[in-house]
Nanobody
Framework: VQLQACGGGLVQPGGSLRLSCAAS????????MGWYRQAPGQQRELVAR???????NYEDSVKGRFTISRDNAKNTVYLQMANLKPEDTAVYYC?????????????WGQGTLVTVSS
């Protein structure tokens, strides 16, 4: 199983970006999918996550600015980020709880850098 994330880049404060992350491989189902981020010198933190049924939760600082969504048919999770702030600068990682025929495991994407700067 592989998770391929893309969509990061350089954006000015107040701007928007959309991250996407597609899972591929021997996947029977995917339970929770999420986005985490890690700023320089900081621990990795949860940004947002979404269940198969669409229930979501967000880290407090991104509520009202970020929206997580998923396409279950494509095994893909998205993170729409708006009104970006310099403190959102970090490497963003996608995460998925993948279920196989007789196993379950957590997988991480390779990370995509988001830089918010003028």
């Amino acid at each position: 199983v592989q998770l391929q994330a893309c969509g990061g880049g350089l954006v000015q404060p107040g701007g928007s970006l959309r991250l996407s992350c597609a899972a591929s491989g021997s996947i029977f189902a995917i339970n929770i999918m999420g986005w985490y981020r890690q700023a320089p010198g900081q621990q990795r933190e949860l940004v947002a996550r979404i269940t198969t049924g669409g229930s979501t939760n967000y880290e407090d600082s991104v509520k009202g600015r970020f929206t997580i969504s998923r396409d279950n048919a494509k095994n893909t999770v998205y993170l729409q980020m708006a009104n970006l702030k310099p403190e959102d600068t970090a490497v963003y990682y996608c995460n998925a709880n993948v279920i196989g025929r007789n196993w379950a495991n957590v997988y991480w994407g390779q990370g995509t850098l988001v830089t918010v700067s003028s």
